[in-house]
């Protein structure tokens, strides 16, 4: 594939501690669409010290809506879509180079691997991502406190990995999950049971999933392999589910006054 016709394009929100290392690695693009909620840290300075970048300022309404208004500012075919802490790693770059996508490919699955303070884990519970599509074939719809992508026509598997490495401080996660976790506790409440996964139907249950998540992150993952970071993750991911109970909890169970 001619890496011409690809943009990659990444949404932002006080990036400062990411973006500079996720930039370093597109030197590849020709452009680059990148769509700020009006970050108020470093991140507008950074990303004007690279010139391939094109910035767009839009106020946050819903991932959906953000990532549709940065696909209508993609002037190529093909749109890879990033978030500030992903890296695209040689591998990846040169797997992107070799494909020849037919006709019928409206877009590609991309895999994960996760790090912790820079160190690649093992494995993790994040599922491959549709992160790579022709522009007139994608439309994002919102899930819960995130996006999917529906892309038109038939989607392939390629096998190098992203590296998600997100540096901000415990705090900012901290404040994100919380977030993140009102908006799911919404959807999962406002679901009818049918239509949710297996997945989901055990996290309405609120009790089992921590804890579910955790032996799932430690030794199906294989996560106590990576020692402390492999242990930092795993408690990452089950308080996260924990913070999802507490408030399915408070909008389902508690008095309100």
Not at 72 to 85: H, I, K, R, Y
Not at 144 to 172: I, M, N
């Amino acid at each position: 594939m001619q890496l011409e016709q690809i943009t990659p394009l990444i949404l932002t929100y006080n990036e400062a501690d990411n973006i500079d290392r996720t930039l370093s690695h597109l030197n590849w693009a020709k452009q680059i669409i990148v769509i700020d909620s009006f970050s108020s840290d470093l991140t507008l300075e950074i990303l004007e010290s690279y010139p391939t970048v094109k910035l767009y300022q839009r106020a946050f309404d819903t991932h959906a809506c953000q990532w549709n208004y940065g696909v209508g500012q993609v002037g190529t075919e093909w749109v890879l879509s990033l978030d500030a802490d992903y890296i695209v790693p040689p591998e990846l770059y040169q797997e992107l180079v070799m494909l020849e996508p037919g006709e019928a490919i409206g877009g590609y699955f991309i895999p994960f691997k996760y790090c912790v303070c820079g160190h690649p884990l093992r494995g993790t519970i994040l599922p491959p991502r549709q992160a790579l599509f022709r522009r007139d074939r994608g439309q994002y719809i919102d899930d819960g406190h995130t996006q999917l992508l529906h892309v038109t026509g038939e989607s392939a598997h390629l096998k190098s990995y992203f590296y998600h490495d997100d540096r901000k401080p415990l705090g900012r996660w901290l404040w994100a999950q919380d977030r993140y976790m009102v908006i799911e506790a919404q959807k999962l409440l406002n679901t009818p049971a049918q239509d949710l996964s297996w997945g989901d139907r055990l996290r309405k249950q609120k009790i089992i999933a921590p804890f579910v998540v955790l032996f799932y992150c430690l030794i199906l993952r294989g996560g106590i392999l990576d020692g402390w970071y492999g242990w930092y993750y795993a408690w990452q991911r089950m308080l996260a589910e924990i913070v999802l109970a507490l408030r399915l909890i408070e909008q389902e169970k508690l008095p309100r006054h």
